[in-house]
Nanobody, 122 residues
Framework: QVQLVGSGGGLVQPGGSLRLSCAAS????????MGWYRQAPGKQRELVAV????????NYADSVKGRFTISRDNAKNTVYLQMDSLKPEDTAVYFC???????????????WGQGTQVTVSS
């Protein structure tokens, strides 16, 4: 079984910073992409950032480029999201995900964390 546990959310003023983390555990043969989605009130879920396993390539939503940084520690099966210069529109529930091959058969599936609330407000 695969489990992802996300943490690090909270309340912060505009311009502040938060660092989210998400650790995968359980039956894991390998992990490919890892990343973060978010869903704000009244909006659809959107991809915030993704990072690959092999090359460490990253992609960001236009709304967070230059402010957010995604990274990972493969030894710990953990992905991070450093969020700087936070804006009220960043307020959302943030969900981590990982593309996991649990058995080594070359068949991967997406697994999701429980979500952590980020609130940016003065």
């Amino acid at each position: 079984q695969v489990q992802l546990v996300g943490s690090g959310g909270g309340l912060v003023q505009p311009g502040g910073s938060l660092r989210l983390s998400c650790a995968a555990s359980g039956s894991i043969f390998s992990i490919a992409d890892m990343g973060w989605y978010r869903q704000a009130p009244g909006k659809q879920r959107e991809l915030v950032a993704v990072i690959t396993s092999v090359g460490g390539s990253t992609n960001y939503a236009d709304s967070v480029k230059g402010r957010f940084t995604i990274s990972r520690d493969n030894a710990k099966n953990t992905v991070y999201l450093q969020m700087d210069s936070l804006k009220p529109e960043d307020t959302a529930v943030y969900f981590c995900y990982a593309e996991v091959d649990p058995a080594g058969w070359g068949t991967s599936g997406d697994y999701w964390g429980q979500g952590t609330q980020v609130t940016v407000s003065s």
